[in-house]
C-alpha cells in the first residue's frame, strides 16, 4: 500500500513539473506586453526626436566634429565662430599663404552655418579655465591636429539646460544635463 501511495505521488510530482504554461495563460501575457508596448513606444519616440534641445545639442555636436576634421586636413587649422544672438555656429579655415602673401581667411567658400532651433538659446560659454562669454561673438581656435582648448557650451530652452564639454585631449564631446562651469569640472 504505501508503494501505492509513493508511485502515485511521484506520478502526480512529474505530470505537474511538465505540464507547462496553457495557451490562454500565454495570450495574457503577450497583451500585457503589446499593452505596455503601445503605451511606451510612441512616448519614447517623441522624447527622442522631437527634444528640440537635444536636437540642437546634436547639431553643435556634428558641427564640432566636422570642424576637427576639416582643421586636420588644412595647414594652419580652422575657427569656429559662435553667434550668440544669432544663435548660430559656424566655421572657418585657414589658407595656406603663397610667397609674399598674408594669410586670409576664405572668401569663395561661404562658411556653413547650423542655426539652432528659435526655442533654444546659447546661454553660456566657457573657454579655458575662466572665460565667460554671455553674449556677442566668439572664435575657438582647433589647431591642425583637430585639438582646441577645453569648451563648455550651456544650450537651455528655457526649462531645461544641456553643457556641451570639449575637451583637450579628446576628441568626444560629453554632453551633460545641467549648466556647467570649469569649477564644475574640477570638482568632477
Known amino acids: 500500500m504505501e508503494h501505492q501511495i509513493h ?3 511521484r506520478l502526480k510530482g512529474r505530470h505537474y513539473l511538465e505540464r507547462g504554461f496553457t495557451l490562454l495563460e500565454l495570450l495574457v501575457v503577450l497583451i500585457l ?10 512616448a519614447f519616440r517623441t522624447s527622442l526626436f522631437t527634444d528640440q534641445l537635444r536636437q ?29 544672438s544669432e544663435n ?23 562658411s556653413p552655418k547650423v542655426e539652432l532651433p528659435p526655442a533654444i538659446r546659447i546661454s553660456s560659454l566657457w573657454s579655458g579655465t575662466d572665460k565667460q562669454v554671455t553674449s556677442g561673438n566668439a572664435s ?15 544650450l537651455t530652452d528655457g526649462e531645461k539646460e544641456l553643457a556641451l564639454i ?8 560629453r554632453l551633460e544635463d545641467k549648466a556647467m562651469s570649469p569649477a564644475d569640472l574640477e570638482q568632477n
Open 7 to 9: 508511485h502515485r505521488l
Open 33 to 42: 506586453i503589446a499593452i505596455m508596448l503601445g503605451l511606451s513606444i510612441p
Open 56 to 84: 540642437a545639442a546634436r547639431s553643435v555636436i556634428g558641427t564640432i566634429h566636422e570642424v576637427r576634421q576639416s582643421a586636420t586636413g588644412s595647414t594652419n587649422g580652422c575657427f569656429i565662430d559662435i553667434d550668440l
Open 88 to 110: 548660430q555656429l559656424s566655421y572657418r579655415c585657414l589658407q595656406t599663404p603663397g610667397e609674399g602673401e598674408e594669410m586670409q581667411l576664405p572668401e569663395d567658400r561661404p
Open 140 to 154: 575657438f581656435w582647433v589647431n591642425r591636429n583637430g585639438r582646441m582648448e577645453q569648451l563648455i557650451i550651456n
Open 166 to 173: 570639449c575637451s583637450v585631449f579628446s576628441a568626444l564631446v
